[in-house]
């Protein structure tokens, strides 16, 4: 991993795709979404303040386990003074993140555990597939299609 003296300030949106291992592409996606900001140069080059690397960090984290970037631009959005993410602030988040994570691991392991009833069956039935209707509420309230039980 390059390293980039301690003297230097702002990063080159090259020296930090380097450094962060995030893909020039992603990072131009995090600055349109309003996760980083960057200054322009005269010449119209962008130039990303140094801590920017630990929010690039705290951002691909969060992704990693599935956080959507709506949530971590949320998350970013109450520091104060759009701060750079501290130790603290990770571990407050990440305890926050973890019950919404729990969450979906029970869901994808009950998804799992039907996808072994599809195996070879395809129907993909409205009445008797979990897996083509996830959340029949209106399944368990009354027999048939939804749109029909409404245009009665
Ligand atoms: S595809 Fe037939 S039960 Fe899911």
């Known amino acids: ?8 300030h702002e990063l080159t949106v090259g020296q930090l795709s380097a450094r962060s291992g995030a893909a020039v592409s992603a990072l131009h996606f995090y600055e349109a979404k309003g996760l980083i900001s960057s200054r322009r140069t005269a010449g119209n080059q962008r130039r990303f303040s140094r801590d920017t690397l630990r929010r690039v960090a705290f951002i691909r984290a969060a992704q990693r386990v ?21 130790r603290e602030d990770w571990a ?38 979990v897996l083509s209707n996830p959340d029949d509420v209106f399944g368990e309230r009354q027999a048939g299609s939804r749109l029909m039980a409404e245009g009665r």
């Open 1 to 8: 991993m390059p390293q980039i003296p301690e003297k230097i």
């Open 66 to 86: 599935g956080i959507p970037l709506a949530t971590i631009r949320s998350a970013l959005a109450e520091l104060p003074e759009e701060r750079t993410p501290t």
């Open 92 to 129: 407050r988040l990440s305890e926050a993140w973890r019950s919404e994570l729990d969450e979906r691991i029970t869901q994808l392991n009950r998804l799992r555990d039907h996808l072994t009833d599809c195996i070879g069956c395809g129907c993909l039935s409205l009445d008797t597939c």
